[in-house]
């Protein structure tokens, strides 16, 4: 998984990453009627190139490559994955 956005998003959900994906990678989005059920954003591993332009951008700094998540943070690869899963 090239990137994975983690706890610090929970209850923000600024969506100023979604903004600068380029291949719109980082769900749900303001105008997807999931954006209100959802406590996070997530990014799609099968979609996401790592371009990485969503980490600077992210003002809660919640979204990580996967082999810099912090320790205690491990799960949400699992949790951004079981997004996408529900999706399909």
């Known amino acids: 998984m090239p990137h994975v956005i983690a706890e610090p998003c929970v209850g923000t959900k600024d969506t100023s990453c979604v903004e600068v994906c380029p291949v719109d990678c980082i769900h749900p989005t303001k105008n997807e009627p999931t954006f209100g059920k959802t406590d996070q ?24 490559p996967e082999e810099d998540l912090p320790a205690p943070w491990k ?14």
């Not at 954003?41 to 990580?64: H, N, S």
């Not at 799960?75 to 399909?88: A, C, E, P, R, T």
């Open 75 to 88: 799960g949400y690869v699992q949790i951004n994955l079981d997004f996408y899963k529900s999706k399909g």
């Open 41 to 64: 954003l997530y990014i799609d591993p099968d979609t996401c190139i790592d371009c990485g332009l969503c980490v600077d951008e992210c003002p809660v700094k919640a979204i990580f």
